[in-house]
């Protein structure tokens, strides 16, 4: 060896034992327990520091569901597809899937799996993306107090809350907080969403096998959507649900026998959420309206979600009240070559009188083509659908005609046309449909015929402060109105919603229903709603009511609603109701009832328009307008259109055929025996009953004039012209089989005082 050589061998010695004496085995290990220190001290200043926050105000959103009385879905509502359920609603079984798929060690660890989180930080620094390894504790943290974000400080944020959580919540609590808050794709959020999405049932009622395919999809719920996944996407998930299932198995939570049997459940094909369309929207809309107006809520609040609302919605009636509208209205109108209609609304309520029950509802064609709902609306007249709250009032108060007689069934008032009413301190003289002359007539019968002079006459004869106060009582809105003689043809604003009360109250014998849509309704983790009552006091007496009912029975039998009668089903039921229509033909109604159901039927003319502002933007605007010409005919009344869809409607959902049970003396509801008529006043002045007579109570000996018919009116005394003296029967047929159904009244309203003096009703 060279010198040359020595000397670099011996400089390779002196680099090779400083190299030696830098890393030695001694300051290795004293700089690896220093990074451990130090980072054990970072740790302990992290933990400190970084406390368990508020939850993500997004993972509190979940949707409002609705359900039919029977209990199943009629609609999902709300920002996000998420339900809350308890873990007491989850089978224990499909609880266990969660924890043999994600993490078996959950009910022994403290809420971090160290390795795991080291292995993703790696990840995380390397670039490598998302790797799993992270505890069910660690994933609901994330889910629910973070983000998704990959970045080291979130996993060092996640680690701490998850030890912290771990040590404040049980592991029942986690465990519920992770299914509820898990994305499982098709937009459902959370266990009871996703058994929705996946198998159309509840959580409740999920199997382990299906729990174990919906544990399976939180690895990639896009990839394993069995609906959308390919070839290998399929052999993955069966793959993940097998080995679910065989970790239950190791950890003694599934027997190996039943492990065997079970089959791969191949989940239902996506499908619509359930959104609000057709009549949805209207029944949603009216029991959200009715839950904040309970609970003070504002919309934003409820709009959260969490809300299970129950309404009293019978499926098979609301499915056959549709029918009825469709066939007996919407088939027959044309909207291409008829403008007009267009213009046709419809909306219909119907009433269980003993509970208050909303069984069915219509509101029209849908929100999307018509936002507001005709059954809740009350901006149109209810016509002569009031006319029966006229003769409550009267028989309730005990009141007499101006010439001190009591007011019953057979108290006879002048018919006539546009006869000035007697004591009104407002001039009124309404006309009759068609100007048609009525001469002396009884109540009964003017209530078949909806002769509008006799109710102007007895509205003033009772007091229309006691009329309005009686309609208040039967649950009118009639607060601000004032109380004038108009008001006696239904010149107010009522609802189909609102009608259905009053005859329903008719058909409680005089105590209160106020009709009721929501059946129950309960916030996630709260009591249920406490709801008023539907059923009220006492607000007329039995008496009177069970009359009106006795009265009503004729406008079907023997008045403007006999075309009830051929309907299929209704030929021997007993029914009462009252038809109307309203100033100018803008809206018609029907609304009757069995002694078992109420329903009201309305049509509305409304015209849409848009017209330029004053800034040049368009505004869309809504008119009242006549129903004259709908469907190729003339005039629109309550007979027609509104009572063939209540008729329809109640021949396929009324059950077994009952009698009215009634407490009145007021016979069968048709005009008493006929009586023999004398010579006409003209040729026998004697022999004129007039009205300056004191009326009698019992049959008067004193014949009736000839002029009965609608062409001839004795001329009004200042008593009115009322008498109880019994008229002769037009139809002169003895009384119907007492089996037989009875009219229904139509309802509508129009809540601006309109003093329409010419309101045709049939």
């Known amino acids: 060896m060279g010198r040359a050589e020595a000397r670099r061998a011996q400089r390779r010695a002196a680099k090779s034992g400083g190299i030696r004496r830098l890393f030695t085995w001694r300051k290795l290990l004293g700089t690896a327990l220093g990074v451990i220190l130090l980072g054990m001290g970072a740790f302990a200043v992290l933990y400190m520091v970084v406390d368990v926050p508020e939850g993500n105000p997004e993972m509190e959103l979940q949707a409002n569901v609705y359900k039919y009385a029977d209990g199943s879905l009629l609609a999902r509502t709300g920002e996000v597809n998420r339900e809350v359920v308890s873990l007491a609603e989850v089978p224990k079984e499909v609880q266990d899937t969660f924890v043999a798929a994600e993490n078996k060690s959950f009910y022994e660890d403290h809420g971090v799996d160290f390795k795991g989180t080291a292995r993703g930080l790696l990840n995380t620094l390397s670039g490598k993306g998302k790797q799993g390894g992270s505890t069910i504790t660690q994933q609901y943290v994330k889910n629910y107090y973070l983000d998704q974000d990959q970045t080291v400080t979130r996993k060092l944020k996640e680690l701490v809350i998850s030890l912290k959580l771990d040590q404040k919540k049980t592991k029942k609590e986690i465990l519920a907080g992770y299914i509820n808050t898990s994305y499982f794709g098709r937009g459902a959020w959370g266990i009871q969403a996703a058994a929705q999405a996946y198998y159309g049932v509840d959580a409740k009622d999920l199997n382990v096998s299906q729990g174990a395919y919906l544990a399976a999809l939180l690895q990639a719920p896009s990839q394993y959507d069995w609906a959308v996944a390919g070839p290998n996407g399929k052999r993955l998930v069966k793959a993940r649900w097998a080995y679910t299932l065989d970790n239950m198995v190791e950890e003694g939570w599934l027997d190996a026998g039943k492990r065997q049997g079970l089959k791969f459940p191949v989940p239902h094909d996506p499908k619509p959420l359930n959104g609000t369309a057709g009549q949805k929207g209207y029944i949603v809309e009216a029991a959200r309206k009715a839950v904040l107006e309970q609970t003070g809520l504002t919309e934003n609040q409820f709009d959260r979600g969490g809300w299970t609302i129950t309404v009293n919605i019978d499926k098979k009636k609301q499915q056959q009240l549709e029918k009825s509208v469709e066939a007996k209205l919407l088939d027959k109108l044309d909207t291409k070559k008829r403008k007009l209609d267009q213009d046709v609304q419809a909306g219909a309520v119907s009433v269980d009188p003993k509970t208050g029950a909303v069984v069915a509802l219509y509101g029209g064609r849908g929100q999307n083509v018509h936002w507001t709902s005709n059954a809740t609306r009350s901006d149109f007249q209810p016509a002569s659908t009031f006319k029966p709250v006229i003769l409550a009032a009267a028989l309730d108060e005990e009141s007499k005609t101006q010439d001190g007689e009591r007011i019953t069934a057979n108290t006879r008032y002048d018919g006539t046309s546009k006869r000035p009413v007697v004591g009104s301190d407002i001039p009124f003289n309404p006309e009759n449909e068609d100007d048609q002359n009525y001469g002396q007539i009884t109540v009964q019968d003017a209530m078949n015929k909806s002769v509008n002079s006799v109710f102007a006459q007895m509205g003033?004869?009772?007091?229309?402060?006691?009329?309005?106060?009686?309609?208040?009582?039967?649950?009118?809105?009639?607060?601000?109105?004032?109380?004038?003689?108009?008001?006696?043809?239904?010149?107010?604003?009522?609802?189909?919603?609102?009608?259905?009360?009053?005859?329903?109250?008719?058909?409680?014998?005089?105590?209160?229903?106020?009709?009721?849509?929501?059946?129950?309704?309960?916030?996630?983790?709260?009591?249920?709603?406490?709801?008023?009552?539907a059923i009220g006091d006492q607000v007329i007496s039995r008496q009177a009511a069970d009359s009106v009912t006795s009265v009503l029975t004729g406008v079907v039998d023997d008045g403007t609603a006999r075309g009830v009668r051929n309907a299929e089903g209704l030929a021997k039921r007993e029914i009462a109701g009252k038809t109307g229509t309203s100033d100018d033909n803008k809206s018609a109604w029907f609304t009757g009832y069995t002694p078992d159901l109420v329903t009201s039927v309305g049509l509305f003319g409304e015209a849409a328009f848009d017209r330029t502002g004053d800034d040049g933007k368009k505004i869309h605007k809504t008119a009242q307008v006549t129903l004259q010409g709908a469907g190729g005919g003339g005039r629109v009344n309550g007979g027609g259109f509104p009572a063939e869809i209540w008729a329809d409607y109640m021949g396929h959902s009324v059950g077994k055929a009952r009698k009215f049970d009634l407490d009145t003396d007021m016979g069968a509801a048709v005009s008493p025996p006929p009586v023999s008529h004398s010579p006409s006043p003209s040729t026998s002045p004697s022999d004129d009953p007039s009205p300056s007579h004191s009326p009698s109570t019992s049959p008067s000996s004193e014949s009736p004039p000839a002029s009965e018919s609608p062409q001839s009116s004795p001329p009004a005394s200042p008593s009115g012209g009322a008498s109880s003296e019994p008229p002769p029967s037009p139809s002169n047929r003895p009384d119907p089989d007492p089996s037989s159904s009875v009219e229904l009244p139509d309802l509508s309203g129009n809540k601006r005082p309109d003093n329409s003096d010419d309101n045709d009703d049939r």
């Open 460 to 533: 003033v004869d009772v007091g229309m402060d006691e009329v309005m106060k009686t309609a208040g009582k039967l649950g009118m809105d009639v607060e601000g109105l004032k109380a004038t003689p108009a008001m006696t043809l239904g010149s107010m604003g009522a609802s189909p919603m609102e009608m259905a009360g009053v005859y329903a109250t008719f058909d409680n014998h005089g105590k209160e229903v106020t009709p009721q849509l929501v059946k129950s309704a309960v916030h996630q983790g709260d009591a249920p709603l406490d709801l008023p009552d």
